[in-house]
């Protein structure tokens, strides 16, 4: 008897939950269905380049660490304070919310094209540090380069990133 009881209250708390059947228009907590993000071109892992480019587009030298999983990559030169290459792929990720982050740093990102895809770069004050982002529908992509602690002035990093997110585009499936 007693488990016929709490069965039969456990149905009608079940019931009730479910709605009163009435105009869904009625409820202001109902939202409408959230977007589902359409998946972009794959980028391959490491935005299909090969650690030997990264070397060599990025000015690294000698690599002395390589850290990759299944969203990003990072290629350390040798050295205290070396320079370093960072490649990350984004899912679903909103491009203009990465724009406005870099914006509320203190940045100005400039509106750029590769590959027939828009997308941005923005270098920090000192032209140490350049992030460049590129839209792939409901994804992108990002290369972010840092000349170090201790650069000699060598090639400008937005000018490394834009030939590797070129490699990219030109290589995606």
Same mark, same amino acid.
């Given at each position: 008897?007693?488990?016929?009881?709490?069965?039969?209250?456990?149905?009608?708390?079940?019931?009730? /939950?479910? =709605?009163? &059947? $009435?105009? @869904?228009?009625?409820?202001? +907590?109902? !939202?409408?269905?959230?977007?589902?993000?359409?998946?972009?071109?794959?980028?391959?892992?490491?935005?299909?380049?090969?650690?030997?480019?990264?070397?060599?587009?990025?000015?690294?030298?000698?690599?002395?660490?390589?850290?990759?999983?299944?969203?990003?990559?990072?290629?350390? /030169?040798? =050295?205290? &304070? $070396?320079? @370093?290459?960072?490649?990350? +792929?984004? !899912?679903?990720?909103?491009?203009?919310?990465?724009?406005?982050?870099?914006?509320?740093?203190?940045?100005?990102?400039?509106?750029?094209?590769?590959?027939?895809?828009?997308?941005?770069?923005?270098?920090?004050?000192?032209?140490?540090?350049?992030?460049?982002?590129?839209?792939?529908?409901?994804?992108?992509?990002?290369? @972010?380069?840092?000349?170090?602690?201790?650069?000699?002035?060598?090639?400008?990093?937005?000018?490394?990133?834009?030939?590797?997110?070129?490699?990219?585009?030109?290589?995606?499936?």
């Amino acid at each position: 008897m007693t488990s016929a009881i709490v069965t039969g209250t456990a149905i009608a708390a079940l019931l009730t /939950a479910c =709605g009163s &059947g $009435g105009d @869904s228009n009625d409820n202001p +907590s109902v !939202r409408p269905p959230m977007k589902v993000a359409a998946l972009g071109p794959f980028v391959g892992e490491c935005g299909g380049v090969t650690d030997d480019e990264v070397r060599d587009i990025g000015g690294l030298g000698q690599i002395s660490a390589t850290y990759k999983n299944s969203v990003g990559c990072n290629w350390q /030169a040798s =050295g205290i &304070g $070396g320079a @370093s290459v960072t490649f990350a +792929s984004y !899912r679903g990720s909103p491009l203009g919310r990465e724009r406005a982050w870099v914006t509320a740093q203190g940045r100005n990102p400039e509106t750029i094209d590769v590959g027939g895809h828009s997308g941005f770069q923005d270098a920090t004050a000192n032209g140490d540090i350049c992030d460049l982002a590129v839209q792939l529908g409901d994804d992108f992509f990002e290369w @972010s380069t840092s000349s170090g602690l201790f650069s000699s002035g060598n090639a400008d990093p937005c000018a490394k990133n834009r030939k590797l997110a070129e490699l990219t585009v030109q290589r995606l499936k």
